[in-house]
């Protein structure tokens, strides 16, 4: 009996070249160690432990679920030379931004890579799940952020209007005069870009698309309203919170200075990650029914 070699493992053997896989991974695993740089303290390791205990869930899963489609994705596929190029390329832009410390320069890098992963997939539909989260990740680092920096007045007039909501739901006696919220007993907090509700908006994306990619690498037209709900949620989450801090000064000392900030963030996170896998659920559903 005659075996004959698919095309792909011809085009292999004769080029010499690594495999796209391989080479996809090696960068994406250059990528996300280089984000874990600017996270870990390497200093000592007590500060190592505690900055492993506080690395966001979102981030971690984002990172699990792309080296795991890469690694599904088409072993048989051949990197062509100006793909290794590129990808030694990319490989010291990301030593170099290690070195200076410069995050969004993992953005871009991230960006390119996910729009080659993506442009490059044809019918590997693992390779363009790992792209699309890679891309989702990229929007939480450098581009949601620039895009906040364009319209912060307007994202903070709208921010006012929802922790108002809130307060005047809740009860609170708070006065509210533009971005600032003042009780009568002269506690007063004022918005500021940095506790934006919108801030955040990426990371509900980035949490979405990392759930709908680990349950299936494609998506369907359900996950659009499934993936804005999640965002939108973690809009509200995070309009409740300013609404905490506003209403008395030991509801700030608690809900921003003390336990209150570590309960806030696990309870936002798991809120987060559940209603995500809920809604790829039932987009699934409503996709196979």
């Not at 969004?104 to 390779?127: E, F, K």
Request: hydrophobic share 60%; charged share 10%.
């Amino acid at each position: 009996m005659t075996y004959t070699l698919p095309a792909t493992h011809t085009a292999a053997a004769g080029a010499g070249w690594i495999g796209r896989r391989e080479l996809v991974l090696w960068v994406v695993a250059a990528i996300l160690a280089n984000q874990a740089l600017h996270v870990l303290d390497l200093g000592t390791p007590s500060a190592f432990l505690v900055s492993v205990l506080s690395l966001n869930l979102v981030y971690l899963l984002a990172g699990i679920v792309i080296v795991n489609r890469v690694l599904g994705s088409d072993g048989c596929a051949v990197a062509t030379r100006l793909e290794v190029v590129l990808g030694i390329g990319v490989l010291i832009a990301m030593a170099i931004t290690g070195l200076v410390g410069y995050r969004m320069g993992i953005g871009v890098v991230s960006t390119a890579v996910a729009l080659y992963a993506l442009g490059r997939a044809g019918l590997d539909q693992s390779l363009r799940a790992a792209g699309a989260v890679l891309l989702a990740l990229s929007a939480n680092l450098v581009w949601g952020p620039i895009f906040f920096q364009l319209v912060t007045p307007e994202l903070l007039a709208a921010d006012a209007f929802l922790v108002r909501g809130f307060l005047f739901f809740g009860g609170a006696d708070v006065s509210v005069n533009g971005l600032t919220f003042a009780n009568a007993q002269g506690h007063q907090v004022t918005l500021a870009g940095a506790c934006s509700s919108f801030k955040n908006l990426s990371m509900g994306l980035l949490a979405g698309v990392a759930i709908t990619m680990a349950l299936r690498p494609r998506f369907v037209r359900r996950d659009v309203v499934a993936i804005a709900a999640v965002c939108a949620i973690m809009v509200l989450l995070n309009a409740a919170r300013v609404g905490l801090l506003a209403a008395s000064e030991a509801s700030h000392l608690y809900w921003h200075d003390g336990d209150g900030a570590v309960i806030l963030a696990m309870v936002q996170t798991a809120l987060i990650l559940a209603l995500a896998f809920i809604g790829a659920h039932w987009a699934t559903r409503s996709a196979a029914s």
